[in-house]
């Protein structure tokens, strides 16, 4: 697996490429550690970690083919200058490295620093096999997270504490706690897009949710809106019933050769027609693996063109400041022939 990414990497490659991002640097090599460089050429991988992750990384390299395993004690920036001898010149992340770390480098390497971007980030769009295995598996750990919702809501007092009973639902299910917070959002509070959840009561009302776990490092992502019980406010379910439809329209929309603006106009219209456009104040979707936000975008101005092996969320929104909001959010697969989804909890208010 890491051997075919590496050999597709260097496909890419003009110049060696000194690999900086700890993300890229577990697709590549599977470290899950907070430390390490790798410079990648055209017959060399060079992993270049401090004492902590010696270990670790002897294995790794064991497992990949012309894998060198440089271990540190101190001095990064000499070891960094012996490798880089006798390259003309080498490419850095330049979304990564900090300006320190460049004029660190200038002053020791004759090698000339390029800025690229994307390089690796541009493979770990379209996703293997592997990967879409563990974005299924941490989507059906939320799925199985949001079956005990309603058990849930009666045993939290603040919404805080049904994000807590979210993410121990997600462990039992075999996730790992993402870096983010589960969104819980009661009554008003739904109108925030990114409400942070604190001590605001959940009641019998209006309840935003969305969360994600990781399983193998990579996450999901789901939004559902519900109404926990009685009647449902009029307003609120008109704004549910709208949103749900422009979610479907974009779900249906997606397919190899589509671009993100595409994607996101399909969910527009629906929200046109009802009114409800201008309380739609974010785009509808993002690309989804190690990280919770990737390439490729779904917005009103993404020219990105979607591919078999993506995988995006579909989550237009509504809201209304001081009363509430709705959101409704899946993560989708592009396959050869359309999409599929992977999140299959019950989108209904009722739900």
Same mark, same amino acid.
């Given at each position: /697996?890491?051997?075919?990414?590496?050999?597709r990497?260097?496909?890419?490659?003009?110049d060696?490429?000194?690999?900086?991002?700890?993300?890229?640097? $577990?697709y590549?090599?599977?470290?899950?550690?907070?430390?390490?460089?790798?410079?990648v050429?055209?017959?060399?991988l060079?992993f270049?970690?401090?004492? $902590?992750? !010696?270990?670790?990384?002897?294995?790794? /390299?064991?497992? @990949?083919?012309?894998?060198?395993?440089? =271990?540190?004690?101190?001095?990064?920036?000499?070891?960094?200058?012996?490798?880089?001898d006798? *390259?003309?010149r080498?490419?850095?992340?330049?979304?990564d490295?900090?300006?320190?770390?460049? %004029?660190a480098?200038?002053?020791?390497?004759?090698?000339?620093?390029?800025p690229?971007k994307?390089?690796?980030?541009?493979? &770990?769009?379209?996703?293997?096999?592997?990967?879409?295995?563990?974005?299924?598996?941490?989507?059906?750990a939320?799925?199985?997270?949001?079956? &005990?919702?309603r058990?849930?809501?009666?045993?939290?007092?603040?919404?805080?504490?049904?994000?807590?009973?979210?993410?121990? =639902?997600?462990?039992?299910? #075999? #996730?790992?706690? !993402?870096?983010?917070?589960?969104?819980? =959002?009661?009554?008003?509070?739904?109108?925030?897009?990114? %409400?942070?959840?604190?001590?605001?009561?959940?009641?019998?009302?209006?309840?935003?949710?969305?969360?994600?776990?990781?399983?193998? #490092?990579?996450?999901?992502?789901m939004? &559902?809106?519900?109404w926990?019980?009685?009647?449902?406010?009029?307003e @609120? $379910?008109r /704004?549910?019933?709208?949103?749900l +439809?422009? +979610?479907? =329209?974009?779900?249906?929309?997606?397919?190899?050769?589509?671009?993100? *603006?595409?994607?996101?106009e399909?969910?527009?219209?629906?929200?046109?027609?009802?009114g409800?456009?201008?309380?739609?104040?974010?785009?509808?979707? %993002?690309?989804?693996?190690?990280?919770?936000?990737?390439?490729?975008?779904?917005a009103?101005?993404?020219?990105?063109?979607?591919?078999?092996? *993506?995988?995006?969320?579909?989550?237009?929104?509504?809201?209304?400041?001081?009363? #509430?909001?709705?959101? @409704?959010?899946? /993560?989708?697969?592009?396959t050869?022939?359309? %999409?599929?989804?992977?999140? +299959?909890?019950?989108?209904?208010?009722?739900?």
């Amino acid at each position: /697996m890491y051997n075919d990414r590496i050999a597709r990497l260097r496909q890419r490659l003009e110049d060696p490429l000194l690999v900086t991002y700890l993300p890229n640097i $577990r697709y590549l090599t599977g470290f899950t550690g907070s430390s390490a460089i790798v410079l990648v050429t055209q017959d060399r991988l060079v992993f270049m970690t401090d004492g $902590r992750y !010696a270990g670790l990384g002897e294995r790794l /390299m064991a497992g @990949i083919e012309g894998g060198e395993l440089v =271990a540190y004690r101190s001095g990064l920036e000499t070891v960094l200058a012996e490798q880089l001898d006798g *390259h003309e010149r080498v490419g850095l992340e330049a979304e990564d490295v900090r300006w320190s770390f460049v %004029h660190a480098m200038k002053s020791r390497v004759d090698a000339g620093l390029t800025p690229t971007k994307g390089v690796v980030e541009g493979l &770990r769009e379209i996703k293997d096999e592997a990967e879409v295995e563990s974005l299924s598996a941490a989507a059906r750990a939320g799925d199985e997270a949001f079956a &005990r919702v309603r058990t849930l809501a009666k045993e939290a007092v603040t919404e805080q504490e049904l994000g807590w009973g979210l993410i121990d =639902a997600m462990r039992q299910a #075999g #996730g790992t706690q !993402a870096g983010w917070p589960p969104i819980v =959002a009661a009554n008003a509070n739904a109108a925030l897009p990114h %409400h942070l959840s604190a001590d605001d009561a959940v009641d019998d009302r209006l309840l935003l949710l969305d969360y994600g776990c990781t399983i193998n #490092g990579y996450h999901s992502d789901m939004s &559902r809106t519900i109404w926990l019980e009685g009647e449902p406010d009029r307003e @609120i $379910r008109r /704004m549910h019933e709208a949103v749900l +439809q422009a +979610q479907e =329209a974009g779900i249906e929309a997606i397919r190899p050769g589509v671009t993100g *603006h595409d994607v996101d106009e399909e969910c527009r219209k629906v929200l046109r027609e009802y009114g409800y456009e201008d309380q739609f104040v974010h785009s509808t979707g %993002h690309g989804v693996g190690l990280e919770i936000h990737e390439a490729p975008r779904l917005a009103r101005k993404s020219t990105d063109v979607l591919t078999a092996g *993506h995988v995006v969320t579909v989550e237009p929104g509504v809201y209304v400041p001081g009363f #509430g909001g709705v959101r @409704i959010e899946d /993560m989708v697969l592009v396959t050869d022939s359309g %999409h599929r989804v992977l999140t +299959q909890s019950d989108k209904g208010l009722d739900a």
